[in-house]
Each structure stands twice: as C-alpha cells, then as structure tokens.
C-alpha cells in the first residue's frame, strides 16, 4: 500500500503475447516464472485461462461458420443497442435533477490525511446519466490510485451505477450497453483518474470506495432502491512460508471483508463487501492443511451491524497462528478503521475495523493498518471487520427480527434494547409492554445519513476545508499537490483552534510561501501550470 511509484510494484511489460499462433512464448513466460514465489500454482491459473480463451474461439467460429461473420456481428451489435435501450429505461426511473455525495478513505497509508471522493450524479430526461469526480482529492503517494490510462471511460468508476443497473433491469445482458448511457468527468492527476508514474496496485479498494459514493447520491435521489454504506473489503491477508522439505514457498491468500448495508427491503449481507462478493474465504480445513497455521476464529461479528429498520450486514471476526519462524504476513488494503460505513435514512452507521496481535507476554498490540507482519511463534493475529449501515430508523424495526438476531448470537439484549428499543428474555421472546415502553421514550427523528463519529468529528473540523482547498490545488503542478494539500492541513492542526475562512486563506498563504523555497529564487513558476501563478 505503501509504494508511491508504479516501479515499486513489479516488473512492467507492455502489452506482449504470451501465445502466438497456439505456441507458448517460454521467454515471456519464464518472465513470470522466475519473478514468482509459486510459478506452479500461477501456470495452472493462466492455463485455466488460456482453455477458457480458446473455447470461446472455437465456439465463436463456429457462429460464423453456421450463420456467417455479417449476421454474427449484426448480433452483437443489436445485443449492445438493446441494453442500451433496457438500460434508459431503468435510468429514466431516476428523478431528473443533480445529486452529490463525498466518500473518503479515512488516511493515504503515508499519512492521517484523508482521501477525499467527490461525485455528482446528474440525471437526464433521456435515459442518460453524468458523474461527475470533480474536487476528488489528488493522486497520493500510495497505491489507491486509479489510472484510466487517457481513456474518457472506466468500468470501475461506474460500477455502482452499473449493478445499479442489472439489479434493476429486467432481461439486461451484462455489455458495453450499460456503459453508452453514462458519461464520465474525471479530473486529471487526481486520485480517480490518475497519472505516470503513480502507484495503482489496490486500486480496486478505490473502486470500492468509489461505487460508495455512487450509492450515496443514489439514496439522495432513489432511497427505496439502493442499499446504505457498506463496510467494504477490511483486508486481504497473504500468509508466506517455507515449503517444509521442498525449496519452494507457500502462499495463501484469504480476503476479510465487512457487512453490506441495509436497504431495498432487506437487511445486509453479512461479512460481503457489494462490490467484491465474488471473493469467497479459503475454508478453514484448506487453510490449516496448506499452511502451517491454526485458526482460532472464523464468525461473525456481534453487535456490529449499523442498526436500522433494515440493519446492516455483521462483520466476520478471524483469528489464527502461524507455526512457522520463516512466515510473513501481508494485509493489503486495510481500511474503515476510523470511517463507517453510511447509514442511510435515518439509519444508523456501520462500525469500523481493527487489526491486533496477542503476542506471547498475554498483552495485545494494535498494529493498526501495517501491512506486513513477522508473528512470533505464540502470537495470535485478530481481525474485525466493521459491519454495514443501516437504512431507516432503528426503532421502526420488526420486534421479532430483532430478537431472531437475539437467538442467533449476533445482537446483545443489551443493543437490543438500547439500539432498537426492543426488550426479550433469555429465551429470546419479546417482552411486547417492555419494549413498547422503550420505545416510547426513543427518538424516532433523523438525518438523511449518519457518517458515524470517525467522519462526523472530521467534517466538523475540516468541513469547509476541502472545498476551498480543491479550488486551488489545480495551480499548483500535479507532483506537490499532495504535498500542499497535506502542508494546510498540517498548518491548521498547528495554527488554528477553530477552523474559518479567514484561517484556511492564511494557511494556503503559509504554503504558498513555503513553495517558494523549492522553486527559483523570487518565484514558483517551476511548481505552478503555466500562466497560473499570482
């Protein structure tokens, strides 16, 4: 997460045939052979692939030999032009008008400075819609960044306007259809659209985020049809270690992902991040048998849905131990450790993730968002994931839904009282006078959304900040935009007990300053764009 550059990530190929004409290129694939700790399992990915390629092939040719190559390619056109059709029918749904949502992730990995995603959606009259990423903060020094590659269009940054799409559509076939109705604004150098040479490798945590703040200005517009703020993918964790009598390595990957929000009627899924629900956990028995690792844990989460008349998705709790001097620990893409997931509706927030280790002494040590780990032999390593928002107010819940969560394990009488007001037994039978006195004196008025405290204590600091900020970051060239945005910040944190207008124009002055001691003497013109500067 850390690399700041693209050649920190790997080796970089330009676009080469790995098979030419039927043939392997040993050469190029020897390539990845010898720059990979498991060049066996990795050959039997790309083979599983490369079978797959060729059956579209020969199945693909045999369309053409049946029905012949213009009839082929009539059809597929007529498939992209009648998903686009089905696809404006589904927009036109959208009320007209323009609606915006900020997500954040909560540091860049480098720093406790946030990472600010703005979109603005705007629906049409005619089935199309814009999102528009401008005041998205800029590209930074880690890998979140998301390059287009100078492309006007990219699947991950419409993501949650396509599920929205084929969830909602009927008969919709999954093309570049979909895609014909969206327009994109992206603002260069910046975080969504990014620029050489800056690091990309965990760029699909962005999309994640990304399709966050879709769904936030989704439920500005059509509540009823989208879910709330979903905990997201917490982590992915790698476990490295010696192949016991064998010179290779073994590799596990696993992912820990949070609850999804509530909404369209249903409560969250648990543990599953939207996004990437095809992502599937090694079954603990595979995990032990592969690798020399005891898993202590592998469960749901109690008591950390956001509450909500439709609560959202609990998050998965995992622990193990690793039995092996030689193990390394990777977490890739760690987050919503201090930002929820966003209760929509009157719902209340998810909550947030953590990462500690029992080590050897019986003191626990909160390793935070580090992203490799060299565990002790007795060392236990903890994750929690947060769980997903809620949508609508938690004291308009069904009773027996909550206590049915009482009898699985996953909700405390306590938060059943306290969060949604309903009183059970041990047995887990409603107490119906009890909880309609507790729900008397509950407070049924709410927001449109609840960030949760994490965002909620930033935004009441820093609220005005952002804007006034991204207005003038673009004078400033793309490499130390970072640098001056994370300087004011820093200047204000020191400066000012309270943040006004008047203190963000005389931080942005102090950096300005400071600017002028990289440039030429008496000016900036080597760190501004050109003709810009005062």
């Not at 490369?50 to 059809?75: F, M, P, T, Y």
């Not at 109705?181 to 760029?203: F, K, Q």
């Not at 490295?240 to 390595?249: H, I, N, Q, Y």
């Not at 929509?344 to 490799?372: H, M, N, P, R, Y």
């Amino acid at each position: 997460m850390r690399n700041h550059e693209i050649f920190q990530e790997g080796i970089r190929l330009r676009p080469t045939k790995l098979v030419r004409q039927g043939e392997l290129n040993e050469d190029v694939w020897n390539i990845f052979a010898d720059n990979s700790r498991i060049p066996e399992l990795n050959w039997g990915d790309i083979s599983a692939m490369l079978s797959a390629l060729k059956v579209g092939d020969r199945r693909i040719h045999g369309l053409i030999e049946r029905h012949g190559l213009d009839a082929v390619q009539e059809s597929m056109y007529r498939t992209l032009d009648n998903t686009e059709a089905l696809t404006r029918q589904v927009l036109a749904e959208i009320p007209v008008g323009s609606y915006s949502f900020t997500e954040y992730f909560e540091d860049d990995y480098v720093s406790d400075l946030p990472v600010r995603i703005q979109v603005e959606l705007t629906v049409r009259d005619d089935g199309t819609v814009g999102l528009d990423f401008s005041g998205s903060d800029p590209q930074v020094r880690a890998a979140i960044n998301l390059p287009t590659g100078g492309n006007r269009h990219h699947p991950f940054l419409c993501l949650g306007l396509v599920n929205f799409v084929v969830t909602h559509g009927h008969g919709l076939h999954y093309n570049g259809g979909i895609h014909r109705c969206i327009d994109l604004t992206m603002p260069e150098h910046s975080v969504v659209n990014s620029s050489y040479p800056a690091a990309c490798g965990m760029r699909f945590s962005t999309a994640c985020r990304i399709q966050e703040a879709v769904l936030g200005a989704l439920n500005k517009a059509v509540p009823q049809l989208v879910p709330a703020g979903g905990a997201d993918q917490s982590v992915i964790t790698y476990i490295s270690t010696s192949e016991l009598g064998k010179p290779g390595r073994v590799v596990v990957a696993n992912p820990v992902q949070g609850g999804s929000g509530g909404g369209m009627n249903l409560d969250g899924e648990s543990a599953v991040n939207l996004a990437a629900a095809f992502l599937r956990s090694v079954p603990v028995e595979v995990l032990e048998a592969e690798c020399p690792v005891t898993v202590h844990a592998l469960r749901l989460r109690p008591d950390s849905e956001g509450a909500g008349r439709l609560r959202g998705g609990f998050g998965l709790e995992y622990a193990l131990q690793v039995h092996h001097p030689d193990a390394v620990f990777v977490m890739r893409g760690q987050d919503r450790h201090r930002f929820s997931g966003f209760g929509a509706d009157g719902g209340q927030a998810g909550t947030t993730a953590k990462c500690t280790v029992a080590v050897e002494d019986g003191s626990l040590l909160d390793i935070g968002k580090d992203s490799v780990y060299g565990p002790g032999p007795a060392d236990v390593i903890h994750f929690v994931s947060g769980g997903g928002g809620g949508q609508g107010p938690a004291v308009d819940r069904e009773p027996q839904s909550v206590a049915d969560d009482f009898f699985d394990g996953l909700v405390s009488a306590e938060r059943a009282r306290d969060a949604y007001g309903v009183v059970v037994d041990q047995a887990g039978d409603v107490d119906t006078a009890a909880t309609a006195a507790a729900r008397a004196g509950m407070d049924a008025r709410h927001g449109q959304f609840d960030y949760g405290p994490g965002r909620t204590g930033w935004e009441a600091r820093y609220g005005d900040v952002a804007d006034r900020v991204a207005e003038w970051l673009p004078r400033l060239h793309p490499s130390v935009r970072r640098w001056a945005q994370a300087s004011i910040y820093a200047h204000l944190d020191a400066t000012a007990d309270t943040v006004t207008g008047k203190e963000i124009d005389a931080a942005i002055a102090a950096v300005e300053r400071g600017l002028q001691a990289f440039g030429p003497p008496g000016s900036t013109e080597s760190l501004y764009l050109p003709n810009t500067a005062d």
